[in-house]
């Protein structure tokens, strides 16, 4: 009788040690953080996006710090949130210096490129060469360099932001968000690739 009566605690106890861990990776977060950076490098008619409210309007366990009330927490088992899904960085120093590169690249260089169709975004978040026949003979050594640097920069940034939000392995996640970002941002026109890889124009 003694050995049953001790196994509901037994039990109890071996829950209370387990965590419950949740790690996501935060789409929604990303692509108005990506959505910022790419409109202020295309354009100057970025608008700020605002904060969300947390889901119970402030009060409740969210509004202590929890993303949302977990059951498990009435036997003393604590969620751990390894990502606070309010806030996707993209402000650190290293992708600062990256985006600085890139948006003055952008207008110095490629833009003009992309106006005239030689250039296009690629569906995995870089620039291609579309068309070199619509670029001047005396441009194209240029043109090809500036894209290399270019497309070094985008993916060391898209690096950058993984690690920056604590999470190396979501680099090609943050690189998706940011490639249907650059081709949303297109202007009319411009060309671009789709999921097949075909080119499209605007």
């Known amino acids: 009788m003694k050995r049953w009566m001790g196994m509901p605690l037994a039990g109890l106890l071996a829950l209370t040690a387990c965590v419950t861990i949740n790690v996501y990776f935060p789409a929604a977060e990303a692509k108005a953080a990506a959505k910022q950076f790419v409109e202020k490098v295309i354009g100057d008619d970025a608008q700020p996006v605002p904060a969300k409210p947390p889901a119970d309007g402030g009060g409740g366990m969210a509004g202590l710090g929890f993303p949302?009330?977990?059951?498990?927490?009435?036997?003393?088992?604590?969620?751990?949130?390894?990502?606070?899904?309010?806030?996707?960085?993209?402000?650190?120093?290293?992708?600062?210096?990256?985006?600085?590169?890139?948006?003055?690249?952008?207008?110095?260089?490629?833009?003009?490129?992309?106006?005239?169709?030689?250039?296009?975004?690629?569906?995995?978040?870089?620039?291609?060469?579309?068309?070199?026949?619509?670029l001047q003979l005396k441009d194209r050594v240029a043109i090809n360099q500036a894209v290399a640097d270019d497309n070094r920069d985008r993916k060391a940034m898209y690096r950058e932001a993984a690690v920056a939000n604590g999470h190396p392995e979501w680099e090609s996640e943050v690189r998706d968000i940011f490639a249907k970002q650059w081709i949303e941002a297109a202007r009319k026109g411009w060309w671009y690739q789709d999921a097949s890889g075909g080119w499209k124009q605007k």
């Open 68 to 134: 949302h009330f977990d059951p498990l927490m009435l036997v003393g088992i604590a969620p751990a949130y390894a990502q606070d899904a309010s806030h996707f960085k993209l402000d650190t120093p290293v992708i600062q210096t990256i985006e600085a590169r890139i948006d003055a690249r952008f207008d110095g260089q490629l833009r003009a490129g992309f106006e005239s169709g030689a250039l296009g975004f690629t569906r995995d978040g870089l620039v291609q060469v579309r068309d070199a026949g619509k």
